[in-house]
């Protein structure tokens, strides 16, 4: 980019997203094309997981309640990211205005909050499952699940409120380019010219209540489960109490992996491109991966499938 086409990202209203394959014409194509067939895969995946926990009776418990509202989260999780991305990627606008970008900001923050806290949440549900199974119906009752789903988006959408309150207040000077493929909070951070101390104070003390807090919770719920596992005598009853978790363990591991290599690398000129490589594996592919994981190594939700299926045929053939 030459210094005329710099200057003209320098207006108060407008920032510059240079994306994925920056600099490379051959790559977009291909990108747009991966990325389409990511987030058709991931909206319909996650839908159909939706679907049928409310239709089939048989998922009507607190683990695919939980279930449930993480994949309408992960949907609306891609749908901040993917769409503006395919935008750009298509058209070649790579403009963002300064209030889209900061919505994008919000929704993507808080998003990722209330996706740390339904983890926990879930995590919490297999523990009481697994290690106190005699009280698991009165602790884990549903009014406890209503209040736990809604504590979890309340507070990721209440988080992320505060930090856009502290970052609104910043100022933004010289080219308005954003090294990254969405709005993130470090890289447009690295835009202010305003004194950001306070703004990084808060958000790591929000970060440790809505991030560290939850992982090490969920963490220390897994530590519980897994001894509990190994104290069962038989490998059949091991295989058995294991396989109830195993899903939503590798969805966490998958999250928390990415997450912290991401926010854990510095942001030097030779790591950056590896810092939005693992970017787009954790606000793009783990939502994908969540749908996938759950129906493939699930085998409820498969049987649930397969009866609404059975039940929709039979219904579509009776009718003729």
Same mark, same amino acid.
């Given at each position: ?10 207006? &108060? ?7 994925? *394959?920056?600099?490379?014409?051959? =790559?977009?194509? &291909? ?9 058709? @895969?991931?909206? @319909? ?58 919505? /994008? ?26 290690? /106190? ?21 309340? *507070? ?30 470090? &890289?447009? =951070? ?7 101390? @306070? ?36 490998? @059949?009853?091991? /295989? ?25 690398? &510095? ?37 649930? =499938? ?8 039979? *219904?579509? /053939?009776?009718?003729?």
């Amino acid at each position: 980019m030459d210094k005329g086409e710099g200057n003209n990202w320098t207006s &108060p209203n407008k920032f510059l997203l240079l994306g994925m *394959g920056n600099g490379v014409p051959t =790559l977009q194509t &291909p990108l747009f094309l991966l990325s389409l067939l990511i987030y058709f @895969v991931t909206v @319909v995946g996650n839908s159909l997981i939706v679907v049928l926990v409310v239709a089939d009776q048989h998922l009507h418990t607190p683990m695919y309640f939980f279930l449930g509202n993480l994949s309408s989260l992960e949907t609306c999780y891609s749908s901040t990211i993917l769409p503006r991305l395919l935008a750009s990627l298509f058209t070649g606008e790579r403009t963002i205005s300064a209030s889209g970008c900061m919505a /994008q900001l919000y929704f993507f923050g808080s998003f990722a909050a209330t996706e740390c806290f339904l983890l926990a949440a879930m995590a919490y549900d297999r523990y009481l499952a697994i290690c /106190q199974p005699l009280l698991y119906a009165s602790l884990m009752s549903w009014k406890v699940c209503f209040q736990m789903a809604a504590v979890s988006w309340l *507070g990721g959408l209440v988080f992320s409120i505060i930090v856009m309150v502290f970052l609104s207040r910043l100022k933004f000077c010289g080219p308005k380019v954003i090294d990254h493929f969405f709005c993130d909070f470090t &890289p447009l =951070l690295e835009l202010s010219c305003s004194d950001t101390r @306070v703004v990084t104070i808060v958000t790591f003390i929000l970060s440790f209540l809505d991030l560290i807090f939850p992982f090490l919770f969920t963490l220390a719920s897994y530590m519980c489960i897994i001894a509990a596992i190994l104290r069962i005598p038989s490998s @059949v009853g091991r /295989q058995k109490a294991f396989s109830t978790c195993s899903s939503h363990l590798t969805v966490v591991t998958i999250f928390y992996a990415t997450l912290i290599i991401v926010y854990m690398v &510095p942001r030097t000129p030779q790591l950056r491109q590896l810092s939005q490589v693992f970017s787009f594996f954790y606000t793009v592919l783990t939502p994908l991966v969540n749908p996938l994981i759950y129906s493939l190594r699930n085998r409820e939700v498969r049987e649930a =499938l397969r009866r609404v299926l059975r039940r929709d045929l039979g *219904g579509i /053939q009776s009718s003729r």
